[in-house]
């Protein structure tokens, strides 16, 4: 499983005043794909939305799923093509991170896919 430090680590990045909106939104997308997945497979961009989901279970809904869909029309056409706002996915992240943190405690990790089992999302791998 990624380490939550390396997830943290590209959150980071998403705030440096080096980074232009693009490079931002880059980093964070990447920062919530280390937090919430558990390996590399098809069908990231809905792994990501439900998990994202659980996590901001009765929190108004802000733009965090999004901003995988800008990134990636970033990386793969060299331009977004969606509108995100930045500072509301940060937001979205940081409660992700809140509500993973307080599950640990009771938490018992697997090998296969300790994520999914952490949330409790075992709707698809």
Known sequence: MPTLLTALSWFRQSFSARA???EA???LAVAFETLLTDH????VAERLRRRIGICMKGVPRLAGYAIYYA???IVHIGERDHAVDIHRAQVAFTRCFCAIADRLAVWTPTANNP???LLGDVTGR
Do not use: F, P, Q, T
């Open 25 to 27: 939104i880059v980093a």
């Open 115 to 117: 994520m999914g089992d």
């Open 71 to 73: 990134r990636s029309s």
């Open 40 to 43: 590399y497979g098809l069908g």
């Open 20 to 22: 232009n909106e693009d």
